[in-house]
């Protein structure tokens, strides 16, 4: 048991310390968050929203996040890391505590594009996850860093179903978002007092338009192939968007089911991630980010095939969530790994603000979209022309993520010989 024990201390050891901070923040803040998963829709729902206006409150959010992250993006290049994170978290924060009033869905509107605009912190998180790990170690750490939130927060859905179960849907809910209120106070106190700044302020001279013009100069090609992808099926993922709602509403499944698929999803992932990390780094970018893509689309098959209220509907929706589980522990990894190998670190905040504005309006436009569509042309047509979509965007992905990670997967094969 010693030599157990010693082995662990050891690896821990190696964590880098803000590594080791986030994990702790999210091991706290993604449990409560998470609770709220399967309900936030229907929440919205009983605020008084039809499906288009709940599709429109998250994509007016997607924009309020996008224009916030070039402020952040900025900032955290400009004055340093820390500083924007803690005070980004705590005003995130204060969002969920104007969620859990809300009185109908336009106050919740208003809340949810206050929690956008209060992400401007994302580039400085990104940055600093990124700046903390080598390149032959970022698929393992990232793995870590959605590994630990990830026990805490697998059976959190359950938890989820039983507030909702005891206090209504709309009490429910309520409970969780001034939960999640007071841990998001709790990480923004510890991430001041704790996260180590890893660039170092360099104070004005340079306004923020010139300043995302250096940082354009840096941008290279592959960057740009990347954003394009991501922008395609962030458009093409998001008319997907009300699939909880669906489920609930078109297919049958109640709450407790709703709370069982996420759980279940999460475990599965859980399971992944170590290997998963470990295949990113020692197996190659491509392989993984590949697989997870498949593994997407299968997901969004069977999905699609589920007949409403009928004996198959469970056991189609829990293969759909196998396979939607299996492909984001590898795509996900491999995606946020391949993006920290593909730009230097003093441009990271700037170039990662950029990076979200594209994929957050085609997000944007994909969700409305599929609103529409679900009100106008009947609840399965936004799923079914998301799962054709993607299949015909097959073929050009899996081209361009083979060049896309050919010289970082030549790299790590050096990093693996050596």
């Known amino acids: 048991m010693g030599g157990w024990l010693g082995r662990v201390r050891e690896s821990l050891g190696r964590v880098p310390r803000n590594i080791k901070v986030l ?40 924009v309020a996040n996008a224009l916030s ?91 989820g179903a039983a507030l909702v179960n005891a206090y209504g849907l709309v009490g429910g809910v309520r409970v969780i978002f001034f939960l999640s209120f007071v841990t998001g106070v709790a990480i923004a106190v510890a991430r001041l007092l704790w996260i180590e700044e890893t ?75 170590i290997p998963a990390g470990r295949a990113v780094d020692t197996r190659g970018r491509n392989f993984s980010i590949t697989l997870g893509f498949l593994m997407g689309t299968l997901s969004q098959l069977f999905f699609v095939l589920s007949p409403p209220s009928s004996s198959f509907t469970l056991p189609a929706l829990i293969v759909s969530t196998l396979f939607g589980a299996v492909g984001g522990a590898f795509y996900g990894l491999a995606y946020s790994s391949l993006r920290a190998d593909l730009v230097a670190k003093e441009y990271r905040g700037r170039i990662y603000a950029l990076w979200g504005l594209a994929p957050a309006a085609s997000w944007s436009l994909g969700a409305y979209i599929g609103g529409w569509m679900y009100s106008n042309l009947g609840p399965q047509t936004p799923f079914v022309a998301s799962f054709m979509l993607r299949v015909l965007l097959t073929p050009l992905a899996l081209t361009l993520f083979g060049k896309l990670t050919r010289k970082v997967d030549l790299a790590l094969r050096n990093v693996e010989g050596s």
């Open 199 to 273: 660039l170092e302020p360099r104070g004005s001279g340079v306004n923020m338009l010139e300043s995302y013009v250096d940082a354009l100069r840096h941008v290279s090609r592959d960057v740009y192939t990347l954003i394009t992808l991501d922008t395609l099926f962030n458009l093409v993922g998001a008319m997907s968007f009300l699939s909880n709602y669906y489920m609930y509403y078109y297919l049958g499944v109640d709450k407790s089911e709703l709370a069982m698929l996420a759980s279940l999803g999460s475990l599965v992932n859980l399971g992944l991630l």
């Open 23 to 62: 994990a702790l923040g999210w091991l706290v803040w993604s449990p409560v968050q998470a609770m709220a998963g399967p309900y936030t829709q229907l929440y919205v729902s009983r605020l008084g929203a039809s499906p288009e206006d709940i599709s429109l409150v998250q994509s007016a959010t997607q």
């Open 69 to 159: 992250r070039i402020v952040g993006g900025f900032l955290s290049d400009r004055y340093g890391r820390k500083r924007v994170l803690w005070v980004g978290t705590f005003l995130v924060a204060l969002a969920y505590l104007l969620m859990s009033v809300a009185t109908d869905w336009r106050s919740y509107a208003i809340a949810s594009v206050l929690n956008g605009f209060a992400l401007f912190y994302q580039p400085a998180l990104e940055g600093i996850q990124a700046d903390s790990v080598p390149l032959h170690l970022r698929g393992r750490m990232n793995a870590l860093l959605h590994l630990v939130p990830g026990l805490a927060s697998s059976l959190s859905p359950l938890g």
